[in-house]
């Protein structure tokens, strides 16, 4: 039984005579009564009286019918959704972040991609960037992004873009010295109490503080330990210390807490946005797309190491 024998007996009940469904679907009326006998054969039962006054579908034909009726449906609703899938716009986005990513770009490319794919499940889980690199290599998430590149076994396996450049900035309270800056120097933090973010958290960052202050720094030894950004920010709005964190804290200005330059500049590690290379899930492909959209630069790069990753397989 295939759907056309369900589409040929819908009609006939629907125009009640042979000549009249044959033309509605487009087919001529000895081919129509031999499907519809053959159909009758095979369920083994009469669908259809023929009458003087039309054909009339039978008990066992509205039954039939009814069913029909359904199947049909599903077959359509399902039609829609393999086509929904197919361009990501159904099914299920894990990502794993840093807190810093959600002063930007993630924002706006989270925002867009809800609009744009409403009906997709994000599962959104902030994360240290070695535990997120962990999970995405597990396969618990679709998408990290973390502080610096992934790193360890099985960061091979992953496909990574840098989405967002960063250089080191301080926070103080209002009260604090600098708080009348416009720049502090690495001498002057040296001597400062320090708010930074844990090393084990995000390895790349403490490496890369410690790389300019010193390795016998002090201050990074004797460091308040922060979860993210904006815990950095608030302890030193209570006078703390110092903190230490990504020029995007700029984005979140906060009544007590006052932005000083660090002189040099010091560049961090980049934020980077990772996922499997294996993986080819539409809703992945969907996102990207998003990410394209609202970061041209970072979509340039991201095509170069697909079609890198993609030679190589």
């Not at 087919?27 to 009469?46: F, N, V, Y």
């Not at 077959?75 to 990502?95: I, K, N, Q, Y």
């Not at 706006?108 to 690199?133: C, I, K, N, W, Y």
């Amino acid at each position: 039984m295939e759907a056309r024998h369900l589409r040929y007996a819908l009609a006939l009940a629907e125009h009640g005579h042979f000549g009249r469904a044959a033309r509605a679907l487009g087919i001529a009326q000895p081919p129509l009564s031999k499907q519809i006998a053959d159909l009758e054969r095979e369920t083994g039962a009469r669908l259809f009286d023929r009458t003087r006054q039309g054909v009339l579908p039978t008990a066992a034909g509205e039954a039939f019918l009814a069913r029909a009726r359904r199947a049909l449906q599903e077959m359509t609703a399902a039609t829609v959704d393999a086509g929904r899938a197919a361009r990501g716009e159904t099914g299920r986005l894990r990502l794993g972040f840093i807190a810093s990513a959600l002063l930007d770009p993630l924002p706006d490319v989270l925002g867009r991609f809800g609009r744009e794919r409403p009906d997709v499940r994000l599962e959104l889980h902030e994360m240290a960037s070695g535990r997120s690199t962990a999970a995405l290599i597990a396969g618990e998430l679709d998408v990290a992004v973390t502080l610096g590149p992934p790193r360890g076994a099985g960061a091979e396996h992953l496909v990574s873009v840098p989405i967002g450049h960063d250089h080191l900035i301080a926070a103080v309270g209002s009260a604090h010295p600098y708080a009348g800056q416009a720049s502090v120097s690495l001498d002057q933090l040296r001597r400062q109490p320090l708010i930074v973010a844990a090393g084990e958290d995000e390895p790349a960052a403490a490496a890369g503080l410690r790389s300019v202050l010193g390795e016998d720094a002090a201050a990074l030894d004797g460091a308040t330990v922060a979860r993210d950004v904006h815990t950095i920010i608030g302890l030193a709005a209570c006078g703390v210390g110092v903190g230490l964190g990504p020029s995007r804290m700029l984005s979140v200005p906060r009544p007590g807490v006052r932005f000083c330059e660090v002189t040099p500049r010091t560049a961090l590690p980049d934020l980077v946005l990772s996922f499997a290379a294996r993986d080819r899930s539409s809703v992945l492909s969907a996102f990207l797309d998003t990410v394209r959209t609202n970061c041209p630069d970072v979509g340039a790069a991201l095509d170069r190491r697909l079609s890198h990753t993609r030679a190589s397989q």
